[in-house]
């Protein structure tokens, strides 16, 4: 009956266009069901498993965004970029445990890299690892990017995933300053163009959309302005 139950899962999800890993999950779901409701483990595991998914996992329950890091060539690619534009402050907001902030901090050390987690138990794995390393240009904080104001920040890098990309634009355009860019790993934003692209080469396939927000702001100004000149 699992069987078919997997089966069934994997044939729904092609049939209703899912992504990929939901082919995964809808499959293995129902066999991992059934083998953990076999073996004999007490309930109070299960409430420390489940307690722990919830300080690591957070951000998936409340903006769709689960923990996966970036790769060693994406943070070597972020250096460069953040060097070649003399970047001073640099942000990555829903910063996992610090792999792109301390991978960033013993890179450029002229650079002020802060990072912004709201799951507790990933914020205090980059906590400690700042304590450890006694990063000074780095600048760790427990909190919500949607209440960070970009507005300091040379460079902000996002690896989030496609569900809060829209809202990202929007913050990122009423916030951003001149000169400024947003990068984001693996997810472009609908419906804008990035100004570059690049692909690093990793693994995952890993491509950073750049996006210079101040720039697309004026663009649109200017469209609109045109537009009222025309007496649209
Ligand atoms: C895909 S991980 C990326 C981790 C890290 N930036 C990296 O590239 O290795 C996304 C992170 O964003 C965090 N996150 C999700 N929503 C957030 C929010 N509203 N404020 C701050 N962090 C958030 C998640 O907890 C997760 O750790």
Redesign the pocket.
């Given at each position: 009956m699992v069987i078919i139950i997997s089966i069934g899962g994997y044939f729904f999800s092609i049939y209703f266009g899912r992504p990929v890993w939901w082919k995964y999950i809808n499959t293995f779901f129902p066999l991992l069901v059934f083998i953990i409701s076999s073996i004999d483990i007490g309930s109070n595991i299960f409430l420390i498993f489940f307690g722990l998914s919830i300080l690591i996992f957070?951000?998936a329950i409340?903006?769709r965004?689960?923990?996966?890091?970036?790769s060693t060539l994406v943070v070597d690619a972020l250096s460069r970029i953040a060097i070649s534009r003399n970047a001073k402050k640099f942000i990555?907001?829903?910063?996992?445990t610090g792999?792109?902030v301390f991978g960033l901090s013993c890179r450029i050390k002229q650079c002020c890299i802060t990072g912004?987690?709201?799951?507790p138990l990933?914020w205090l794995i980059g906590y400690c690892t700042k304590l450890y390393n006694k990063s000074d240009n780095v600048c760790w904080l427990y909190?919500?990017?949607?209440r960070t104001n970009l507005s300091e920040f040379d460079i902000v890098y996002a690896?989030?995933s496609p569900d809060p990309m829209t809202r990202l634009w929007e913050k990122a355009t009423l916030e951003m300053g001149e000169g400024t860019i947003l990068i984001s790993?693996s997810f472009p934003i609908d419906g804008v163009a990035p100004d570059s692209i690049e692909y690093i080469g990793d693994k995952r396939g890993s491509v950073l959309y750049c996006y210079f927000p101040s720039a697309h702001k004026k663009n649109k100004a200017d469209n609109l302005n045109q537009d009222s000149y025309l007496g649209y």
């Amino acid at each position: 009956m699992v069987i078919i139950i997997s089966i069934g899962g994997y044939f729904f999800s092609i049939y209703f266009g899912r992504p990929v890993w939901w082919k995964y999950i809808n499959t293995f779901f129902p066999l991992l069901v059934f083998i953990i409701s076999s073996i004999d483990i007490g309930s109070n595991i299960f409430l420390i498993f489940f307690g722990l998914s919830i300080l690591i996992f957070k951000g998936a329950i409340f903006d769709r965004v689960p923990l996966y890091l970036s790769s060693t060539l994406v943070v070597d690619a972020l250096s460069r970029i953040a060097i070649s534009r003399n970047a001073k402050k640099f942000i990555d907001i829903g910063s996992g445990t610090g792999v792109v902030v301390f991978g960033l901090s013993c890179r450029i050390k002229q650079c002020c890299i802060t990072g912004v987690e709201s799951a507790p138990l990933t914020w205090l794995i980059g906590y400690c690892t700042k304590l450890y390393n006694k990063s000074d240009n780095v600048c760790w904080l427990y909190g919500n990017m949607w209440r960070t104001n970009l507005s300091e920040f040379d460079i902000v890098y996002a690896f989030l995933s496609p569900d809060p990309m829209t809202r990202l634009w929007e913050k990122a355009t009423l916030e951003m300053g001149e000169g400024t860019i947003l990068i984001s790993n693996s997810f472009p934003i609908d419906g804008v163009a990035p100004d570059s692209i690049e692909y690093i080469g990793d693994k995952r396939g890993s491509v950073l959309y750049c996006y210079f927000p101040s720039a697309h702001k004026k663009n649109k100004a200017d469209n609109l302005n045109q537009d009222s000149y025309l007496g649209y």
